[in-house]
């Protein structure tokens, strides 16, 4: 089963919005990361945000983790035409080794010039 | 360098039949992950490689096998290719395990 749920599934708005996307975890975890994903392309890394760290920033993207809540949202600021893509939050369970990642079904925005 | 890189880029097969999807990676990463990839849906971790010389099975192993045939390489087999493996197939290496992973460009499967 999935571990991470984002939140919500479609988004839709005009170049220079900010967007947030939400990302829900059941399970304790080592990091959260996001990726990127252009249609038809592989995912691309985004940011890394550890357990003991509450916010992170790159550029125009701002990432939240609420540990107690299991859950993180990122922000895209002052969106682009560009930046429409599928954003999805991954998971890193504190247990089983660090091995794996456990995706979420992902955010599609679309930015709208 | 040219990161991790995946052949073929599109495949169709028949019921029945066996493939071998190719996957490899020039950054000296010591784990490598196959995931498929169905529509709507996130990424499913189908078998990894935590180092050279070891597999263990994901979250969807069944119908498929893994060979690390070094380090740099890292193959995904179907053996009989059913319809329900219909999917998009990315690979994927971490230098560091539950750190950053790198993604292929992906394969497309069709399975009639």
């Known amino acids: 089963s999935q571990q991470g749920e984002e939140d919500p599934q479609a988004l839709s708005i005009q170049e220079g919005e900010n967007a947030t996307m939400n990302c829900s975890y059941k399970?304790?975890?080592?990091?959260l990361q996001w990726y990127r994903q252009n249609s038809g392309r592989g995912l691309v890394h985004l940011i890394l945000?550890?357990?003991?760290?509450r916010e992170k920033h790159s550029g125009r993207l701002r990432v939240t983790l609420d540990t107690s809540k299991k859950s993180s949202s990122l922000l895209i600021t002052a969106s682009r035409a560009a930046d429409t893509a599928s954003y999805f939050c991954?998971?890193?369970?504190?247990?089983?080794?660090?091995?794996?990642?456990?995706f979420g079904a992902g955010t599609r925005l679309a930015v709208h010039p | 360098n040219a990161g991790v890189t995946q052949t073929p880029k599109f495949q169709v097969l028949k019921t029945g039949q066996s493939m071998t999807l190719q996957c490899a990676q020039d950054?000296?990463?010591?784990?490598m992950y196959w995931y498929r990839q169905d529509p709507g849906m996130g990424l499913r971790l189908i078998y990894y490689?935590?180092?050279?010389?070891?597999?263990d099975k994901g979250e969807v192993p069944n119908g498929y096998n893994v060979s690390r045939l070094n380090k740099r390489e890292f193959s995904l087999r179907l053996e009989s290719a059913a319809p329900s493996q219909t999917s998009v197939y990315f690979c994927?290496?971490?230098?560091?395990?539950?750190?950053?992973?790198?993604f292929g460009p992906g394969t497309r499967l069709l399975v009639l």
């Open positions: 994927a290496s971490s230098g560091v395990r539950g750190e950053t992973q790198y």
């Open positions: 399970t304790s975890i080592n990091n």
């Open positions: 945000i550890r357990s003991n760290e």
């Open positions: 991954a998971t890193v369970p504190f247990s089983g080794g660090y091995n794996k990642l456990i």
């Open positions: 950054m000296n990463h010591n784990s």
């Open positions: 490689s935590a180092s050279e010389g070891t597999t």
